[in-house]
Each structure stands twice: as structure tokens, then as C-alpha cells.
């Protein structure tokens, strides 16, 4: 492969099935990753991070009651009439530039399939069998950079074509790498990976270095994820595959410049949503003068 290729039309998958127990009784009715940053959901703030770096095409592969994520990147003509009427034409652009920021591809999650964060893959793989890479992304982990994620791990691959993906890491405190898939590095070198352990104890923990969503795949791990058993809990679990395609096959990671911000849980999520508001420059301010009060 070219180096210097240029990738267009580039795809992506969301995984956004999951339940969002740790958030009821807010997400009874509506996926967790519909929840706001802000002023923009979850799975927006994704998107953009996608569209930024490149993608075209972003799968989105919802549960039952996805609807309303399909309904959020859809036109909404009672909406826009009604904002163009009353002549506000700023938020009738931002709600137009939702529907028209990239081509998505809805797909359902059927409730007889396994559960797992591997599962959302399996449902898409079809779709990007012909792609020569693709991006894959949880639906609850947000990154804050200047340079988009996605387009880091793009930038690593169009530098070692050879390699069959490129995942995301993040330095975390050792005191919560119970928490998250770890991983391990092959001996002699700095960012080649051997696997991922997932949650594993402090004392046997490889590294403090987290695998969160965010991953570039060629379609090597495709025939991976198509055979993947069921594994912890009788899921499918993307580590699992990342394991075996690394014994297999050349991957790298990549230790993200910028913040990655999990919002799998309501004090994270709550920490997102400060992270982002206080880099606002129309709340910013107010919100830090607010937060000093509270704490004095």
C-alpha cells in the first residue's frame, strides 16, 4: 500500500446496543447515547469527531428503542418549518447540518443475538468487507483534542501500511486499570500490541495504558469476529478478537494526544459534560464562576 495514499470515502460503525442501566431511569425510553454534552448528544459529538477525520459513512448499530438515534440524524420538517417561520435561522442551520453531516447506515441489534461490545462488528462486517480500513467506535467514549482521534490513528496507519489496525490507548491511574482492558505491549518494542487484559487485578496488570473506543481496522479482523466465541458472561468480546488478530497479525497502538472522557456511567458522564461546557466560550465563564461559588 501507497503511504502517501489518500483515503476517501472512509467508514465507520458505532456501537450504540447497549442498555444504559447504569442511567435509569433516564434511558427507559431513550438510548443512553442519545444523553447530552451539553447541548449535543453523545453519539453527535462521535460523529463529528468521524466527519472531521474523514468518514463518509457511519453504521450506526442500535438495540430496540434505537429509533430516536435514527430520528436525530433524519430530517425533522415539522422542526425546521417552524424555525424557519420564526426566523431563526441559526438553530435551523445547526438542526439542517445534523441531517446533512455524513451518510448513515441504521442497523438493529436483534435481541437473539449474542450480547457484547464484539457484536455491533459482526452486524456490519458486510458493509465493509470491500474497505480497505474502517473505523470502530463505542458509543460512550468522547475524546477532547485538537487533532480528531480518529484522524491520529488514520495518521499512524498511513505510516505503517503494513499493519492490520491501530487502537487507542490512554494513560489511566494504576488504582483503576480493574476497570478497563489493559494492554500489553510486545517485549522490545513501545507500541506494538501482543493483547489486551481485560479488567485485570493492579498486581496483574501488563500496563496502565486503557483500550477505549477507539480503533482502526482493516478487514483482517473480520473472519476473527465472524468466528469469535462467546466469551466472560457469554458475550462477545472485542478484546478477544483484538487478542487473536495481534497473534496473527501486526498491530499498533497509539497513545492518544488529548483527553479521552468515558461517559459509561453518571459521574463520568457528569465530568464530560463539565469538561466540554467550561471550553465553552458562550458558558464557559459563567459555569467556572458558578462552580467557585458552589465550592467556597
Same mark, same amino acid.
Given at each position: ?11 465507520? @460503525? @458505532? ?21 447530552? @454534552? ?12 468521524? $466527519? ?22 433524519? !430530517? ?59 473505523? #470502530? ?31 487507542? $490507548? ?6 483503576? $486499570? !480493574?476497570? #478497563? ?11 506494538? &500490541? ?6 485485570? !487485578? ?19 479482523? &473480520? ?19 483484538? !487478542? ?7 498491530? &499498533? ?44
Amino acid at each position: 500500500m501507497n503511504k502517501d495514499k489518500e483515503y476517501k470515502n472512509l467508514k465507520a @460503525i @458505532i456501537a450504540a446496543g447497549g442498555m444504559g442501566t447504569r442511567f435509569l431511569t433516564a434511558t427507559k425510553v431513550i438510548p443512553k447515547e442519545i444523553l447530552p @454534552i451539553v447541548d449535543k448528544p453523545i453519539i453527535q459529538v462521535l460523529s463529528e469527531e468521524l $466527519v472531521e477525520s474523514g468518514v463518509t459513512d457511519i453504521i450506526l448499530v442500535t438495540r430496540k428503542g434505537g429509533q430516536s438515534i435514527e430520528n436525530h440524524f433524519d !430530517s425533522n420538517f415539522e422542526l425546521e418549518f417552524e424555525l424557519e417561520k420564526l426566523g431563526k435561522k441559526d438553530l435551523l442551520e445547526k438542526v439542517l447540518e445534523t441531517s446533512k453531516m455524513a451518510n448513515f447506515i441504521n442497523l438493529r441489534q436483534k435481541k437473539f443475538m449474542p450480547y457484547g461490545n464484539a457484536t455491533p462488528l459482526r452486524i456490519a462486517s458486510e458493509l465493509v468487507k470491500n474497505d480497505e480500513i474502517f473505523f #470502530y467506535l463505542y458509543g460512550d467514549d468522547i475524546t477532547m483534542s485538537e487533532i480528531p482521534v480518529c484522524q491520529q490513528l488514520l495518521d499512524v496507519y498511513q505510516k505503517n501500511p503494513d499493519v492490520a489496525g491501530v487502537i487507542a $490507548v490512554k494513560e489511566i491511574d494504576r488504582n483503576l $486499570v !480493574s476497570k #478497563y482492558g489493559i494492554v500489553k505491549v510486545m517485549d522490545g518494542t513501545k507500541n506494538v &500490541l501482543e493483547k489486551i487484559v481485560e479488567k485485570p !487485578s493492579i498486581e496483574d496488570a501488563p500496563s496502565n495504558l486503557v483500550s477505549f473506543g477507539r480503533f482502526l481496522f482493516t478487514p483482517k479482523i &473480520l473472519p476473527i469476529i465472524d468466528k469469535l466465541k462467546e466469551g466472560k458472561n457469554d458475550e462477545l468480546w472485542l478484546v478477544d478478537a483484538v !487478542s487473536i488478530l495481534a497473534k496473527e497479525e501486526k498491530v &499498533l497502538i497509539h497513545n492518544i494526544e488529548g483527553k479521552w472522557l468515558t461517559t459509561g456511567d453518571p459521574l463520568n458522564f457528569l465530568k464530560a459534560n463539565l469538561e466540554f461546557a467550561i471550553k465553552r466560550k458562550d458558558i464557559g465563564d459563567d459555569l467556572k464562576d458558578y462552580i467557585k461559588k458552589l465550592l467556597d
